[in-house]
């Protein structure tokens, strides 16, 4: 069973910073998309950041481009999201996620992400 396994969530203030980081095995197989979800609260989910192992991207939504920074640790199989200058409206559940790329980019079908970690909580207080 693949997994993929998040850390680095908690609670800080407005302008506050957190760096999430996702481990798995998926790392190893450079044709998959990977990249960072969240949900909030009677909110949908949305994609965060994105990026293609083999090179592509990185994506970002608006709201979190300048603030946010995605990167991996190829040598231990890590992906990480970096926060910062975080904002009360960042507070949702965030998830690691993954799907091979079988041709479109890794910034479309989204809910083909097929691949995904428990998630872990951020919490921004103003």
């Known amino acids: 069973q693949v997994q993929l396994q998040e850390s680095g969530g908690g609670s800080v203030q407005a302008g506050g910073s957190l760096r999430l980081t996702c481990a798995s095995r998926?790392?190893?197989?450079?044709?998959?998309?990977m990249g960072w979800f969240r949900q909030a609260p009677g909110k949908e989910r949305e994609a965060v950041a994105i990026?293609?192992?083999?090179?592509?991207?990185?994506y970002y939504v608006d709201s979190v481009k300048g603030r946010f920074t995605i990167s991996e640790d190829r040598s231990n199989n890590t992906m990480f999201l970096q926060m910062d200058s975080l904002k009360p409206e960042d507070t949702a559940m965030y998830y690691c996620?993954?799907?091979?790329?079988?041709?479109?980019?890794?910034?479309?079908?989204?809910?083909?992400?097929?691949?995904w970690g428990q998630g872990t909580q951020v919490t921004v207080s103003s």
């Open positions: 996620a993954a799907r091979k790329r079988d041709g479109p980019s890794c910034r479309l079908l989204l809910d083909s992400y097929n691949f």
């Open positions: 998926l790392f190893t197989d450079r044709g998959y998309c």
């Open positions: 990026i293609y192992l083999r090179g592509g991207g990185p």
